[in-house]
Every structure is written in structure tokens, then in C-alpha cells.
């Protein structure tokens, strides 16, 4: 993609009430998803009540699959409801109750306490309203249509699953390997503010190369060694990963796929996020 084409897509600048808004609801969404599901949970519930590393896998396993199931009719039922923002207040308590239970497991019960909370959270991550006109299941169908989409599907999985193995193993690299327990803080704290440091340098580059060119550039710089600088770097891609995806589907969003003719596409952007 040329720099004019990649600065095309870019709006230059957005009102900062709008990004003040995104940031407000993105940061404590943020917070639950990534440092404490994937980073806390996998350490606190062996460490707490005992629990066997086997059986946590395998429930925490649970909650992408409900997602991978729910998701895709959550977000073509949120582009037909009239105001979102009732959804996301309706969706807020649940979600907030299900963080707490998450995170204070009972000595009793715990497996099926763990699962109920992911089933809390996962459900309360959006609220779904049945469409009021038009067919669910074909935006559903409208997204699958465009090859571009598709083609992307795959590397979402594995880039999924590329994040979130290292999150959820690295606090038991950190104790067990590096026997640093005591920095375990530190070095997550080093990971998340690259992160969020490199974001500014990733937008640039946007600019400059493109959404999947810098992305691709991201996944190169996730390696490197000793450990601090393991942290500095996956944090600076990290900050890639969390803008790159995102971004290239707002672009399909908006463009007609190629392929389907003059006929836009029915689905509109919660269609797409939605997977």
C-alpha cells in the first residue's frame, strides 16, 4: 500500500471528546480482557484454592468459545438497535459483577464458580437486542461474502492465539524460570507502558506503509532477549496488535468488498467486529 493510499484511509485528526469518550469505556475493557483474564486468573486460582493447571486450562477455554458462538450475533444485533449506549449500560453491572466473582473465588465450588463468571462476563460484554428489521443471520452472511474478510479470519485466530499464550504462561515463566517472582509487577508494568508508549510511533508508520505493513512489522519486533527487553518490545508490538486489526476492519466496514460488483455490503460494523 503506497503512502498516499495508507494516508487516505487515516482520518487526520478526531475531535477529542470523541477519543476522550472511545478511551473511557476502552480502558476498564481493557484492564478485564487482557492483565487480569489472561495474565491474573491463570496464576490465582492455582496459587488460592489449589486448583490443577489441567482443569483451568480447560475452563478457561470455555470463554472464547461461548464468544466465538455469541459474538457474531451480538454485533449485527448492536447496528440494529437504535442507541448502543443502552446496551453497553445494560451490559455494565453484569460485566462489573462478574469481574469481582472472577477474582475472589470460594474454597468450594471453584470450578463452577470460575465458570459462571466467564458466563457473566462473556454475556455482559454486550447486550443483545433482537434485529428490527432485515435478517441477522445475512449480515452474517454478507461479511463471509467479502474474500478480503475472509482471508483475514485466519489471521485473527492465530494472532489470538499467538497473545495469548505468552499472557497467560508468563507469570509462571517469571516465578518458575527467571525466579524473579518478586518483579513479576514490574515487569508487566514495563510491558503494558511500551505499549501504550509505542502506540504515537504505530499510528505514524500507518501513515507511512500502511495498516498491514506495520502490523506485520509488530509481529517481527515480538521476539528478542534478555527478558526486560522481551517485555519493552512484545509491549511496543502489543501496542500494534491492539490498533492494526482493529483498524483494517473499520476500512472494511466502510469500502464495498471487491468482487460483489456495484452491490454494497448489507453488514455494518458490528457485523464485522463481531467475529
Known sequence: MSA???SAILPAS????ALLAYGALGLPLAMAALPVYYVHVPRLYPEAIGMSLSLLGALLLVAPLLDAGTDPLLGPSSDRSRR???LI???LPGLAIGMLALLH????AAPRWLVASLLLLATSAAAYRPPKRG????DLGSVLDDGRFRHLLPVFVLNGIAAALPATLVLFFVADALQAEAWSGAFLALHFASAVAFLPLWVRLARRFGWVASWLL???AAVAWPFALVCLLFGAALGADLTMPTALLADMAEQSPEGLGERPCRAQAGAYFSW
Open 4 to 6: 498516499t493510499s495508507a
Open 14 to 17: 478526531l475531535p477529542r471528546s
Open 84 to 86: 448502543r449506549q443502552r
Open 89 to 91: 449500560v445494560f451490559a
Open 105 to 108: 473465588p470460594p474454597s468450594t
Open 135 to 138: 435478517s441477522l443471520f445475512g
Open 218 to 220: 509488530s509481529m517481527l
